[in-house]
């Protein structure tokens, strides 16, 4: 069956460091997302890509970078890891226009010590 | 800029009771989406509304678009614990190939 997969699904690094959360789907869908859930806030729009070499900023890019190239992948990259992006992140694609819903991830807890 | 509301952000309700959680966004759109999230799970989509007076109905849940108003409505016939999550609603825009979400309603339902 095709899947949106996340990995790692828990991680813990420390302040500075650079972290790369990895999102895999196997939908051949041409859309994919980032977004991060905070209690109080939902969820909000890290980055997205609507195609190969495509990559846009969302409402919280601050401190994040993605980059497309195939369509199966979209790795969130933390270049300098700060406690303030200690959440939960969750990668999820759509075929692209239309209307279908998106399909997430299972998530990835990160904690920035 | 769009923005999603959602209210109530919490319910408490007894197990057999009626309610409706209201989700209004501020711009135009005639696309959306209700997710239901489990304590440490991911979203699971419930609903996909793309017209005026779409109306979908999914056991105890119905979901309904009033573009015009720019609302939607989940309601919840005769809640049962299994239902007890937090629901999210998202509008699609530029053209559906994005989402923005409310904040979510986090349901509880007592026995």
């Known amino acids: 069956d095709a899947e949106i997969t996340q990995s790692p699904r828990h991680k813990i690094t420390e302040t500075g460091r650079q972290v790369t959360l990895a999102c895999h789907q196997t939908?051949?869908?041409?859309?994919m997302f980032w977004y991060r859930q905070d209690l109080g806030h939902g969820l909000r729009l890290i980055h997205y890509?609507?195609?190969?070499?495509?990559?846009n900023k969302g409402e919280v890019s601050d401190g994040y970078s993605v980059s497309r190239s195939n369509t199966e992948d979209l790795p969130l990259t933390l270049e300098s890891a700060a406690s303030s992006q200690t959440s939960v992140y969750f990668c999820?694609?759509?075929?692209?226009?239309?209307?279908?819903?998106?399909?997430f991830g299972q998530g990835t807890r990160l904690t920035v010590v | 800029e769009l923005k999603v509301e959602q209210n109530p952000l919490f319910l408490s309700m007894q197990e057999g009771k009626n309610y409706t959680i209201y989700c209004n966004y501020s711009?135009?759109?005639?696309?959306l989406y209700w997710y239901r999230q489990d304590p440490g799970k991911s979203l699971e989509s419930l609903f996909v509304?793309?017209?005026?007076?779409a109306v979908k109905q999914e056991g105890r849940l119905m979901a309904s678009l009033d573009t015009k108003a720019r609302l939607s409505t989940l309601h919840i016939t005769a809640a049962v614990h299994d239902l007890s999550a937090t629901y999210f609603c998202?509008?699609?825009?530029?053209?559906?190939?994005?989402?923005?979400f409310g904040p979510g309603t986090r349901l509880s339902v007592l026995p």
């Open positions: 999820a694609s759509t075929p692209g226009q239309g209307g279908t819903e998106a399909f």
């Open positions: 939908w051949n869908h041409n859309n």
């Open positions: 890509s609507y195609g190969v070499q495509d990559t």
């Open positions: 711009t135009t759109s005639d696309r």
């Open positions: 509304l793309l017209s005026n007076g």
């Open positions: 998202a509008v699609g825009h530029n053209y559906g190939q994005n989402f923005v």
